[in-house]
């Protein structure tokens, strides 16, 4: 990964290239930001800068054989530790089982999540293992760097998702992190920081990778593939999320209608037309997960518009003239007294279908339940 190839996080860049240039290299940085940010892309392209060969002022050179190594995160001193699950094959399960999978996972979408990860196992995940740093990967860790490094000046030792790693492996890898062995440098990557022990925190160098802004968004992908205007609805949509929004621009699935299916499902739960709900939860649950997952996210930033419409100024909306239409009609109805509930309702829904629910009864009971919101009655009018 060269640093050109990921889009904005200019002052990290500089910040990171800066530590190199002047060798004022820190031995355990974690780098801190959202799912679907550049936080792995510029962990990697770091680790790459650091050991190119051939390195120019502001980036790797991309072609010497550590480059080329690293591209495919396949460099003999580039150590992956990675959260993974227990199967019917490997009972005591640690990185380098997975690590194949992990690589071509990776490199088809650098900015692909831990819930993307462990989607990728399928139904080989039964009991819907979210996914763990096991104790046995703090032997392999300590068994590998107890050994010289094969060829590069800085060996790198990536954590991707630490908050996965259990009490055992923090603690037994606490003084590894202070006092790393020469040449060792620890790179670990987190969507959730506040997860990790404090005695972690303390050690480590933090780095902030900020949100991907929609200008970014338009430019990773050129002004040909995406508007400025679809990439701030993609972007609305999936809390900044590029990885998700890679996704769903691969899968079409961008050409979901997701307000014609949210706005037909409002006008039948109003009307508690039973048949036509249960004709509605059909279609939907024929989708795949993503699809419905991504439907369910559009509902609860709906839910949110309402609330904005009627409580907050117009100019705070992100939405898009039809969706502006429906909204001053259906707005009314989620207020106060139920707004919560449902938003609660569709949160569970989704952490539901990401453990394998039965799309069919999950959103037959969803729906049933948006009857029972949606004829709760407000105290008091505003708009
Ligand atoms: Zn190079």
Known sequence: MLFKEIIGNNSVKKQLIEAVRNNRISHAQLFSGKSGSAKLALALAYAQFLNCENRTTVDSCGTCSSCLKFNNLSHPDLHLVIPVLKT????????DHFIGNWRDFITNNYYGSLNGWIDSFG???KTGQQGTIYKDEAINIHKKLSLKNYEAEYRVVLIWMPERMNLEVSNKLL??????????I?????ENANQLLPTIISRLQTIKIADFTAEDIVN???????????AKQLRNLTNADLGKITQILEDKEGELDLFSDFSVWMRLTYKMDVQGISKWVDNLSLKGRKQQNLFLSYAIKMVRE???YNFASDTLLKTNENEFAFLTKFSPFIHEENSVMITEKLEESIKAINRNANAKILFFELSLQMVKFLRLKRKFAIK
């Open 220 to 230: 990773h992908f050129g002004e040909q593939a995406l508007s400025l205007e679809k």
């Open 186 to 190: 620890f790179l670990l990557v987190t």
């Open 88 to 95: 019917k094959e490997v009972q005591n399960p640690v990185s």
């Open 175 to 184: 003084k590894l992190f202070e006092e790393p062995p020469k040449g060792t």
């Open 123 to 125: 139904t080989e995940n």
């Open 306 to 308: 309402c609330l904005i």
